[in-house]
């Protein structure tokens, strides 16, 4: 189906000198980027150096925020890739990085974890210090922590998102669950606990009232939630929108209708209230 003469006349603006025309028409054209179909694509193989460039960046655009606009429906979906969509939180993140690079480097991981031979928490505490990994307390201040390109490559990072990775990395038994007991993440067997911030010591299972078990999903949304978090805390516009985006499924600016000011200033300052005078 050919494109429609309005998405013709926004990409004949693309090979504009002036750059606030052309960057005027990419952000229509990102607005409607539903229409455009296999527009993008074909484009890349233009004589214009300047489009090129131009489609290049508009195609950088389109693909984060089709991240974002995926990252709920494959959070909600009946059967989970843990690590697909730990790659996806790290992208909230750290949205340059490329998911193939991060696909290689757990690869990488899985198989030195591999030859390892596991059969208890205290030969995974041994194979986890072994290959140095540490795990510091949770905490909205250190985004990098919940990302897994970082933990695996600097061997530190938030005890809940370890212990996921150590199940995804023995194959999710099911003998095995992530808990939190005395406030931290750490693995359960049933009768005992491996707690990564603790070390990596194994303790005894305290009593069931006691416990909070999480599943992968919950355990995701959680990570998800703390990214959020570290980017408001952050003060962040950017990060705010965007992973607040990834949580509700909404590539535009609507999400920001439940925050506070300033991120929502309308709903701030509405019956004419001036924001300083507020609680």
Not at 54 to 70: G, K, M, S, W
Not at 90 to 116: E, I, M, P, T, V
Not at 117 to 144: C, H, R
């Amino acid at each position: 189906m050919p494109p429609s003469p309005e998405i013709t006349r926004l990409i004949s603006l693309l090979d504009d000198e002036d750059e606030a025309i052309a960057v005027s028409a990419m952000a229509e054209l990102l607005y409607r980027d539903r229409e455009l179909g296999s527009l993008p694509g074909e484009l890349q193989e233009s004589d214009n150096p300047l489009v090129r460039r131009r489609i290049h960046q508009l195609e950088a655009a389109l693909t984060l925020r089709r991240r974002r606009r995926d990252f709920l429906t494959k959070l909600s979906a009946s059967r989970l890739d843990f690590i697909d969509l730990l790659i996806d939180i790290h992208l909230q993140w750290f949205d340059n990085d490329s998911r193939l690079d991060l696909q290689r480097q757990y690869a990488g991981f899985q198989a030195d974890f591999g030859k390892s031979v596991i059969g208890s928490l205290n030969d995974l505490a041994y194979v986890m210090q072994k290959f140095g990994f540490s795990a510091e307390t949770e905490t909205t201040l250190k985004p990098e922590n919940y990302c897994i390109g970082s933990i695996l490559s600097d061997k530190i990072g938030s005890g809940a998102v370890l212990c996921g990775i150590c199940l995804a990395a023995l194959g999710s038994p099911r003998n095995l669950r992530i808990v939190r007991a005395w406030g931290n993440f750490a693995i359960s067997d049933g009768e005992q606990l491996m707690i990564p911030v603790d070390h990596w010591q194994v303790r005894g299972l305290p009593p069931l009232r006691e416990v909070e078990f999480f599943e992968e999903r919950a355990l995701l949304k959680y990570a998800s939630v703390t990214l959020f978090s570290c980017a408001v805390n952050s003060d962040s516009f950017r990060y705010v929108l965007t992973i607040l985006q990834a949580l509700t499924g909404r590539d535009d600016d609507s999400p920001l209708g439940c925050m506070p000011y300033p991120y929502h200033p309308e709903e701030a300052t509405a019956g004419g209230e001036p924001p300083g005078n507020r609680l």
